[in-house]
């Protein structure tokens, strides 16, 4: 089987070790980007699926998401957008996400290094 390869679009250190660790413990190859700018030349280059923020540095995950979905080599591959948003702006967040073609939106918060890879693996089965 292929190893599927992920973008990781996210600016949190830890976060980043801990994701890092628990997807190659699963056969992943997680490719990081730290800025939008990153994560859109690093998704030219390919991608099974990306794990995209929303607050990042430069370019913010909304732009990002759009900017990869008009881009006819990046627009089929799935995005996940993350959040640490929770409040009254999430509604719209995720219609937006939703509205600008990401298949899940997920507050980081609620889901476990763990479980993050188990709802990739469903998206990529």
Not at 3 to 20: N, S
Not at 61 to 75: A, I, S
Not at 78 to 90: A, C, D, K
């Given at each position: 089987?292929?190893?599927?390869?992920?973008?990781?679009?996210?600016?949190?250190?830890?976060?980043?070790?801990?994701?890092?660790?628990?997807?190659?413990?699963?056969?992943?190859?997680?490719?990081?980007?730290?800025?939008?700018?990153?994560?859109?030349?690093?998704?030219?280059?390919?991608?099974?699926?990306?794990?995209?923020?929303?607050?990042?540095?430069?370019?913010?995950?909304f732009e990002v998401l759009r900017r990869l979905?008009?881009?006819?080599?990046?627009?089929?591959?799935?995005?996940?957008?993350?959040?640490?948003?929770?409040?009254?702006?999430?509604?719209?967040?995720?219609?937006?996400?939703?509205?600008?073609?990401?298949?899940?939106?997920?507050?980081?918060?609620?889901?476990?290094p763990d479980e993050m890879v188990e709802i990739?693996?469903?998206?990529?089965?």
């Amino acid at each position: 089987m292929k190893t599927k390869k992920v973008l990781l679009v996210e600016d949190e250190p830890l976060l980043i070790d801990l994701y890092q660790e628990r997807f190659s413990e699963e056969d992943f190859k997680l490719e990081i980007a730290r800025d939008g700018n990153e994560a859109l030349k690093k998704a030219d280059l390919g991608a099974d699926l990306i794990l995209l923020d929303i607050l990042l540095p430069g370019i913010n995950g909304f732009e990002v998401l759009r900017r990869l979905k008009r881009n006819l080599d990046t627009r089929d591959i799935p995005v996940i957008v993350l959040t640490n948003l929770g409040s009254e702006q999430s509604d719209s967040d995720k219609q937006l996400a939703f509205s600008l073609g990401a298949v899940d939106y997920l507050v980081k918060s609620y889901h476990t290094p763990d479980e993050m890879v188990e709802i990739v693996n469903k998206r990529l089965a």
